[in-house]
């Protein structure tokens, strides 16, 4: 007895609109995560009575800004925190360049085994060194000085900058050097007047990472720093967490949100300046 063979049976699938739907609602579910807050702290920041929960104010003013704009309250905290980030950030960027250029230029074997002590240097917990930094500090009479606190934040930053200097650098092409060496340019004279104006806008991201990772830095300055004169926002902020025995939810934003503003500031004259990086990479073509 003869019989026809059964049709393969075939696996069913969602349409593409049916995915496109789907992927659609989950990028929804991802940005609300990171604009639900946002919005709260722009409502919350020019509500009277705004509490922890999202809410359209029920009365729009700017006593919350009014509250905050003192020289303890936020002036002193922002020039400090200024200081400070500023300070680093300009000392990271000297010491990862001065790092980086070698690693990039020259081969050794201790290249490798130093970069991957400089990427897992990147993940060490700032706790695990912080109670034997704050005994040498002691020690050497750095603790509550601007001049301490500026050293230790751009150690901590200091990794991930040499990391990220060195791949920037490798982009430089070396025969743009070996035509200054040509010349009768030295090695650093090569570096600053060659690299380091080709590969400006890796060293534009360095700085702005740099910087905003060092702006949000709470730890650091809360433990060396001991008079709260020097304090800078990202310390100070946590006084509207119990200065009244309560949250002070709408000066908490408005303060947060000024916080924010020399970072938001930062990358906005950065990012206009970043288009067009390594062009000169093919200068040495054709």
């Known amino acids: 007895m003869t019989g026809t063979a059964a049709a393969p049976h075939k696996r069913r699938t969602a349409s593409p609109p049916v995915r496109r739907g789907v992927v659609n609602l ?3 579910l991802i940005a609300a995560c990171f604009l639900v ?3 709260w702290l722009l409502l919350a920041a020019f509500d009277a009575t705004a509490g922890p929960s999202l809410a359209w104010p029920s009365q729009w003013t700017v006593d919350n800004f009014r509250a905050i704009l003192t020289e303890d309250v936020t002036y002193r905290p922002m020039m400090n925190g ?3 980030c500023s300070g680093a950030t300009m000392l990271t960027m000297v010491c990862s360049v001065l790092a980086a250029y070698p690693l990039s230029r020259y081969r050794s074997r201790l290249k490798r085994p130093f970069l991957l002590t400089v990427l897992f240097m990147t993940g060490l917990p700032i706790t695990a060194i912080m109670v034997p930094v704050y005994g040498l500090f ?3 009479n750095l603790i509550d000085t601007y001049t301490g606190t500026i050293l230790f934040m751009a150690t901590t930053a200091l990794p991930i900058s040499i990391w990220l200097a060195k ?3 490798d982009a430089v092409p070396i025969e743009l050097e070996e035509a200054a060496w040509t010349e009768g340019a030295t090695a650093m004279q090569a570096l600053r007047r060659v690299v380091l104006p080709l590969m400006w806008p890796g060293l534009a991201v360095v700085a702005l990472f740099t910087f905003i990772g060092l702006w949000g830095n709470f730890f650091v300055p809360f433990v060396l720093l001991l008079d709260e004169k020097s304090f800078p926002a990202s ?3 946590y006084t509207f967490f119990g200065q009244y025995a309560e949250v002070v939810y709408g000066q ?3 303060f947060s949100m000024l916080y924010a503003l020399p970072a938001v500031l930062l990358y906005l004259v950065v990012a206009r300046r970043l288009g067009g990086a390594f062009t000169m990479g093919g200068a040495v073509k054709g």
Do not use: K, Y
Request: aromatic fraction near 4%.
């Open 252 to 254: 908490l934003a408005a």
């Open 26 to 28: 989950v990028l929804l």
């Open 138 to 140: 002691v020690q050497v």
């Open 235 to 237: 310390v100070s902020v």
């Open 167 to 169: 791949n920037f650098m």
């Open 82 to 84: 200024l200081i400070l």
């Open 37 to 39: 807050p946002m919005l």
